[in-house]
């Protein structure tokens, strides 16, 4: 069969592509000889745009791999997929449900929000529920994807800071969700206290402790600042992963690490200044303190990334 196409003098195929690119077709592949170009376009170029160049002629079809192809910064959490806020076809988005791993489909209707860091979802396709089980690192999370936070996205950073762990630390994990660092963490042989405010992602938490059967693991329901009111160097490890609200409990942090103890503060940094503005907030909580490090975990915005600083008590 023969399709509608310009042709161009390959000097101007740059200029002419530029000029047509609302009607190239993304389902043939564009073709040349020794002297051309032939850019395969769609027939209503023939009324809107006059002085082309036009022929009909074969093209061999592009392989589309639909899955790429659909805007792909969708989250796989166990076997749900979720899909962005912004994805527009959400129907070329079920071919993702062909994948095996994958039975439901999910789409962001709202950011990650409130006190519990939760987000609201709509449903797409597949399996009608919310439910599923993760395995990282080789542990299993179950989890309901819209009543509690997760993010397979700091899958890394959990490793990363576990592996700085030892066998018989004490771990304060003082927003700990359904407990990925907390977990990680009692299956390497620390002793944990978990904490979270979120009575689904306590549930949850306390299911994934006998999932992974774990021991060494206290789970509280409540607010870590409240929790934690008493207690004084106890925790070689505090983290505090809860972006844009965690510095209120920084001087919880600071009292309940012992002296060599390490805090991970999580924030989130703009990109012109990506760690000046959280370590200004510490120091204006608590005074000197000894930084070990700062890195940036992941983007998290056009501009803006979340980052941990892991800092504790002394100076330097
Ligand atoms: C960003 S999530 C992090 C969860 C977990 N650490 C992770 O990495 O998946 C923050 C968690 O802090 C909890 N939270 C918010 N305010 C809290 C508070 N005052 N005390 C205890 N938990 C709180 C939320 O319910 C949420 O589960």
Known sequence: MKYLSVKSPIKEAEAIRQKIKAFLRDDLRTDKDVDFVYFPVQESIAEEMKDLWLVKRDFKKREINPVEDIKTSYDVIGDIAILPLDIEDEERALVLLGRKNINVLLKRLSPVEGEHRTRKLKYIGGEKRTETIHKEHGCFYKLDVEKAY?????????????????????????????????????????????????????????????????????????????????????????????????????????????????????????????????????????????????????????????????????EG
């Open 150 to 314: 997760f993010s397979p996205r700091l899958s890394t950073e959990r490793s990363r800071v576990v592996k700085k762990m030892e066998q018989g630390d004490f771990v304060i994990d003082m927003f700990a969700g359904i407990g990925p660092f907390s977990i990680l963490a009692a299956k390497k042989g620390c002793r944990v206290l978990s904490l979270d405010n979120n009575p689904y992602a306590i549930r949850y938490l306390r299911e994934n402790k006998s999932l992974n059967r774990i021991k060494n693991l206290d789970i509280v329901l409540g607010d870590s600042g409240k929790v934690l009111a008493g207690g004084k160097n106890v925790a070689d490890h505090v983290i505090m992963n809860l972006p844009f609200k965690s510095y209120k409990f920084l001087d919880t942090a600071l009292r309940l690490s012992k002296e060599n103890g390490r805090i991970y503060f999580y924030s989130i940094g703009r990109e012109e200044d990506l760690f000046g503005e959280q370590i200004r907030e510490i120091e204006e909580r608590i005074g000197k303190f000894r930084l070990y490090e700062k890195r940036v975990v992941r983007p998290y915005s056009p501009y803006r990334y979340h980052v941990c600083i892991e800092f504790g008590p002394g």
